[in-house]
């Protein structure tokens, strides 16, 4: 018996020793209980004990199942201590008393530990403020614990306690966190609380019944509703799920930035695991690509934080800013890359890794702010500069604009995905209207005229379809073939065709597909377009400019596009255009234009150029607008043009743009959207030029001079026997944003698209600076001075299948009603025989030696004051391929008017290498070329898009 007792008793002993060395699994019941093992094991870390020294410590004590793999359980204790990071650093920060530069030090010793590596300046200022949002968690926790009406629940979220003690924790001034700060420390707060929830239920859940009833959950509204001052009651299933889906991509990128990716597969499948438990799913719905997508979205707002912490760090040291780009927007992009292919990111990669930043500050900012719109777009030109390593000082009032409303549009497009997920498991669940969403975030009130407004809800609705398309691109044309793109485009679209449906449910199946296949096709264009456009703009060497042509053709290849590289990148131009005049209202619109033509001349536009891409960009938005009136068939064709001619008028600054031509043209390529038709660029014979002045009134005498000018250029300009004088024809003056504008047109007849380069070359260069008088005025008056010259060759978007839009007969060129009187004719003159200019260099950076001349006009004893130089002049930024010599496709036979603004003259216009020629009283024999000047202005070393 005594040996009975004794062997029990040894057993027992036996039984407690093991329990001691294995201790049970503790889940947590709260996410407080998560939140406070995840914060033991950061302590831990930050000790300086490694992972198996901490796990010994806390046991099994942790928020999700332990994996029996070694490998991916070492990655779940790295993953826990991330998670735990903010929490553990503001309780030593609290309770640090040393300076605020030892408190620092030890705070970055700390850090330092817990990744097992040296933590930079830069990286240590985003752990800093994370630390400091987590104790304003805290305090804003308490607040709302203890307040009694949504009100004062509410007012927590503007708490000056929260802000003192996330300054006092993160070292920051408490003046510079704003209550944009507490909302976004709530909001993250509530949703890693609510994931924590989810995971817990769905690891409990015994069948996919049980799962999906994890996803209806009293305790997730509730846990949303305080963190935000609201009713239980308001919360839509819409909020919870994006709500959630935020949480889990974050949750899939801290894993993907702390495992340990020599093991990649086993990466994924953890982040794929703590995804799907945090937003409801099972793993295997997650694919590569959507993986990929989601941990890119987490990626942008992590890196948008990151950024805007290290600039506020660096104050006003440029130096300091630079070294934020340089060392956060590389490691960003790589931590979130699951290919592991261990490519070199190129300057393209990290510039649209800052941009997408920006945007997703600006949708933050735009969705937290409750001030008035100017209040909040103080806060958010502040941040959003910030989180591309800029200061407020450096956007542009178009910057501002047309970030608000991407930022905008990104919200709505987030409640449609969200909404478009909860209705997938129950049809009655209850959703955000993403327009609603998008007008709260742009703050913009609707106009009250029902048709109108409706109008803008069918194009908001397209925008963010084509939106949706572009973030899916983004991610698969990081592929390395098209057969790969087309297969992650595939796995993605649950992302954007099945949200597209439900944003255009109310269409009729055919009309929803045309509408996707349109924003495909234009995200395709605008994603590559994008790309080259931030790239240039980057660039200060000719080799960075033709590795941005490389990767441009490279991507065009990628997104199966058939154009151009050439076309791409003008449809992205007059994108750019149409974004900033729809973006921009009245009184910024002209501003807002200039500052978009000063853009894109910095990403390789020649000046002269701006004239086509506004024209192009014009009757695209107002085609757009023409498909969105149509859509609704009761809409009359009167009622339809009367929208559109309102809306292009408005965004143009003219009046009377509206005509039959023009209406014809919108609704031709209107028709062609509409259908979801495949649309090209159609280069016409001719030559548009546009002389914008700083005269407030049209004025015959004025449109006489310019005409003279273009006459005599168009004949000297004989390249060959062949060609003819080229007489000005289609001439017309109008008022844009106030200022006076001259129109005309000079037929090609068969001059290749080389020769027409150089022609608008000419063209520009010789009015350029041109004083509209040829006698003294009297004393108090003021000549008219032309500001800015656009000349380039003229082109018409057309359906693909539509072989006789952009067909042009020379002959049949019709004259304008305007009033301006033509020039006196002048006697023709035999052309003379000169060769064709040679082909740009696409490899060479300088100048060549020497150039093939245009002919040399004959010297004038009478000639006017020397033109100011061309900005058009200057040597292009980017190499052109080789000019094809074949004439390219007629144009129409009857020219429109020129429908977008011209921007208001530039202060910096870049100096021309050459003299402008000086042009002769009357026609006469060209003299041999001279081998020292080049009368266009061309460099011919290089020539741009």
Not at 84 to 89: E, R, T, V
Not at 380 to 385: G, K, Q
């Amino acid at each position: 018996m005594l040996f009975v007792r004794q062997l029990v008793l040894t057993t027992c002993l036996l039984i407690m020793a093991c329990t001691a060395q294995k201790p049970a699994v503790q889940k947590p019941e709260k996410p407080e209980d998560a939140k406070q093992m995840d914060t033991q094991m950061a302590n831990c870390k930050m000790s300086g004990k490694s992972l198996a020294e901490c796990r010994a410590q806390l046991g099994n004590s942790t928020s999700m199942t332990r994996p029996k793999d070694a490998e991916e359980a070492a990655n779940l204790d790295r993953f826990d201590a991330q998670k735990g990071a903010a929490a553990a650093l503001a309780e030593r920060l609290s309770n640090c008393t040393g300076t605020k530069a030892q408190c620092r030090d030890q705070a970055k010793e700390a850090l330092s530990k817990l990744m097992g590596q040296n933590l930079t300046e830069e990286e240590l200022a985003y752990d800093l403020q994370r630390a400091g949002a987590s104790k304003a968690q805290e305090v804003i926790k308490a607040c709302q614990a203890n307040a009694s009406t949504t009100e004062e629940k509410k007012a927590c979220l503007r708490s000056d306690a929260a802000k003192a003690e996330a300054a006092k924790v993160s070292g920051r001034d408490a003046g510079k966190i704003k209550n944009e700060d507490l909302a976004k420390a709530a909001r993250e707060g509530a949703a890693s609380d609510m994931a924590t929830i989810m995971k817990s239920c769905m690891e409990s859940a015994e069948n996919a019944t049980a799962k999906k009833a994890c996803l209806k959950r009293d305790d997730l509204k509730s846990t949303m509703a305080a963190s935000m001052g609201r009713n239980k009651s308001d919360v839509k299933d819409s909020e919870v799920r994006e709500s959630l889906r935020q949480a889990a991509q974050n949750d899939a990128l801290m894993m993907l930035q702390n495992c340990n990716k020599s093991e990649m597969a086993k990466c994924k499948e953890q982040a794929k695991t703590l995804q799907a438990k945090a937003s409801g799913k099972n793993a295997s719905e997650i694919t590569d690509s959507k993986l990929q997508l989601d941990a890119s979205k987490a990626m942008s707002r992590n890196l948008a934080d990151k950024m805007v912490a290290c600039v506020e760090d660096a104050g006003e040291n440029a130096s300091a800013r630079a070294l934020c780009k340089e060392r956060l927007a590389a490691s960003s992009v790589q931590s979130a890359d699951l290919t592991q292919s261990g490519r070199k990111l190129s300057q393209t990669d990290l510039e649209v890794a800052l941009q997408q930043a920006a945007l997703s500050k600006a949708r933050e900012i735009s969705e937290d702010c409750t001030g008035s719109r100017q209040e909040c777009k103080d806060i958010l030109t502040e941040r959003v500069a910030m989180s591309m390593g800029k200061r407020k000082e450096d956007l542009t009032e178009k910057d501002v604009e047309t970030i608000m409303e991407e930022g905008a549009r990104e919200a709505g497009k987030s409640a449609a995905k969200a909404c478009r997920e909860a209705r997938e498991e129950d049809a009655n669940a209850t959703c955000e209207d993403p327009v609603e969403k998008y007008m709260q975030s742009r703050k913009i009130e609707k106009s009250g005229d029902t048709k109108k407004d409706d109008v803008q809800k069918k194009n908001i609705k397209q925008n963010m379809a084509k939106d949706l398309e572009k973030d899916a691109m983004r991610v698969c044309l990081e592929e390395a073939s098209k057969a790969e793109a087309d297969k992650c485009l595939n796995e993605l679209k649950t992302e954007t065709a099945d949200v597209s449906a439900e944003l255009f449910k109310d269409l009729p199946a055919e009309a929803q597909q045309a509408k996707q296949k349109r924003a495909k096709l234009d995200a395709s264009r605008e994603v590559v377009g994008e790309r080259f456009h931030l790239c240039m703009k980057a660039a200060q060497t000719q080799e960075e400019k033709d590795a941005c042509l490389a990767d441009m053709k490279n991507k065009t290849s990628i997104a199966g596009l058939s154009e151009k590289a050439e076309d791409i990148a003008l449809r992205y131009r007059g994108q750019e255009v149409a974004e900033a005049a729809r973006a921009c209202n009245m009184t910024q619109r002209a501003a807002c234009i200039q500052q978009v033509k000063d853009e894109l001349k910095q990403a390789g536009m020649k000046e002269r150029e701006f004239g086509k891409v506004t024209k192009l960009a014009a009757i695209k938005a107002a085609a757009e607008t023409w498909v969105a009136c149509k859509e609704n068939t009761t809409n009359s064709d009167e009622v339809c043009d009367n929208i559109v001619k309102a809306s292009l008028e408005d965004e143009s600054g003219e009046a009377g743009i509206w005509s039959e031509d023009m209406k014809a043209k919108v609704q031709r390529l209107g028709e062609a959207l509409m259908n979801g038709t495949e649309t090209v660029l159609r280069k016409l014979k001719r030559v548009g030029s546009d002389a914008v002045t700083d005269g407030a009134a049209c004025s015959d005498s004025v449109f006489a001079k310019i005409t003279g000018r273009l006459e005599n250029v168009s004949r000297d300009f004989n390249l060959t026997d062949a060609h003819g004088a080229m007489n000005v024809s289609s001439r017309r003056c109008r008022l844009v944003f106030g200022k006076a504008q001259y129109e005309s047109k000079l037929p090609t007849n068969d001059l290749n698209e080389t020769e027409i380069a150089l022609l608008s070359d000419t063209v520009a260069s010789n009015l350029a600076g041109l004083s509209l008088s040829s006698r003294r005025l009297l004393a108090g008056r003021r000549l008219d001075q032309v500001t800015s010259v656009y000349a380039d060759q003229e082109v018409q978007e057309c359906a693909a299948s539509d072989s006789t839009c952009g067909a042009d007969a020379n002959s049949s060129q019709s004259t304008s009603p305007s009033p301006m009187p033509s020039p006196a004719p002048s006697p023709s003159s035999s052309p003379a025989s000169l060769p064709s200019p040679s082909p740009s260099s696409s490899s060479t950076s300088s100048p060549s030696p020497s150039p093939t001349p245009l002919p040399s006009p004959s010297p004038s004893s009478s000639s006017t004051s020397s033109p100011s130089p061309s900005p058009s002049t200057s040597p292009s930024p980017l190499p052109a391929p080789s000019p094809t010599p074949a004439a390219s496709p007629s144009a129409s036979p009857t020219p429109s008017a020129s429908p977008m603004p011209s921007a208001s003259p530039s202060s910096s216009q870049s100096p021309s290498p050459v003299p402008s020629p000086t042009l002769p009283p009357s026609p006469s024999p060209s003299p041999a070329p001279s081998p020292n000047r080049v009368d266009s202005g061309v460099d011919s070393a290089e020539t741009s898009w």
